[in-house]
T-cell receptor, first 115, second 115 residues
C-alpha cells in the first residue's frame, strides 16, 4: 500500500496528557498537510510542510500543538496538556509540489478521544 | 466566515438516476476546486478536480461543473450506484504564487443512493 499512512488510528487519553501522532506521506510527495475534523464539519487546515520546512500554521494551532517533519519524510503532530476540545479526527494529507493542480491525498486519520 | 458552503446536508436518490451535489464559495482568489468522498472511519478520497480556467471536467460517471461568475460548482454522478452512498466534501484552494495550497472544505453532503 503506497497511500498516506497514519498511526495510531485511535487514541484515548485523559485530559492533561500529551499525545503524539505520526503520518507517513506518499513517498515522492514533498508537501504535507495536517487537518482536524470534528463531527458534522469538513476538515480544517492546521499546518503545512514543504519538505522539512513548516511554512504555514493556522490560528487553530495553539501553542499546545507542535508539528515536525525532521527529514522531509514522515511528520509528527504533538498535543500537550490535552483538553476536551481537542477531541477530533486528525487527518494528514500529502501532495506533489512543483506542479500546479495536484490533489492532496489523505490518510485514514487518527481519532482522538479525551476522557 | 465560511468560505466554502454546501447548503444541503443530505441528498437521497434512486439507483440509476443522477445525483447533483452543490457547492458555493465566496473567495474569488480560489483557482482550484476538488471533490472528495468519505466513508465512515476512512479518510477523504479524492474524486475529481477542476481548475478555474475550465468550466467542466469529466471522469467516468463523475462530472464537475464550475460557474465562476456565480461562484458555484456542482458534482454530477450519472448513473448513481448504491456504492456511491457516502459523505461528499467540496474543497477549494488558492494556488497563487507563494501560497501553500491548503484546502478549505465545505461542511459535506451525505448522499444516499437507494437500490
Amino acid at each position: 500500500d503506497t497511500g498516506v499512512s497514519q498511526d495510531p488510528r485511535h487514541k484515548i487519553t485523559k485530559r492533561g496528557q500529551n499525545v503524539t501522532f505520526r503520518c507517513d506521506p506518499i513517498s515522492e510527495h514533498n508537501r504535507l498537510y495536517w487537518y482536524r475534523q470534528t463531527l458534522g464539519q469538513g476538515p480544517e487546515f492546521l499546518t503545512y510542510f514543504q519538505n522539512e520546512a513548516q511554512l504555514e500554521k493556522s490560528r487553530l494551532l495553539s501553542d499546545r500543538f507542535s508539528a515536525e517533519r525532521p527529514k522531509g519524510s514522515f511528520s509528527t503532530l504533538e498535543i500537550q496538556r490535552t483538553e476536551q476540545g481537542d477531541s477530533a479526527m486528525y487527518l494528514c494529507a500529502s501532495s506533489l509540489g512543483g506542479t500546479r493542480n495536484q490533489p492532496q491525498h489523505f490518510g485514514d486519520g487518527t481519532r482522538l478521544s479525551i476522557l | 466566515d465560511q468560505q466554502v458552503k454546501q447548503n444541503s446536508p443530505s441528498l437521497s436518490v434512486q439507483e440509476g438516476r443522477i445525483s447533483i451535489l452543490n457547492c458555493d464559495y465566496t473567495n474569488s482568489m480560489f483557482d482550484y476546486f476538488l471533490w472528495y468522498k468519505k466513508y465512515p472511519a476512512e479518510g477523504p478520497t479524492f474524486l475529481i478536480s477542476i481548475s478555474s480556467i475550465k468550466d467542466k471536467n469529466e471522469d467516468g460517471r463523475f462530472t464537475v461543473f464550475l460557474n465562476k461568475s456565480a461562484k458555484h460548482l456542482s458534482l454530477h454522478i450519472v448513473p448513481s450506484q448504491p456504492g456511491d452512498s457516502a459523505v461528499y466534501f467540496c474543497a477549494a484552494s488558492d494556488l497563487g504564487s507563494g501560497n501553500t495550497g491548503k484546502l478549505i472544505f465545505g461542511q459535506g453532503t451525505t448522499l444516499q443512493v437507494k437500490p
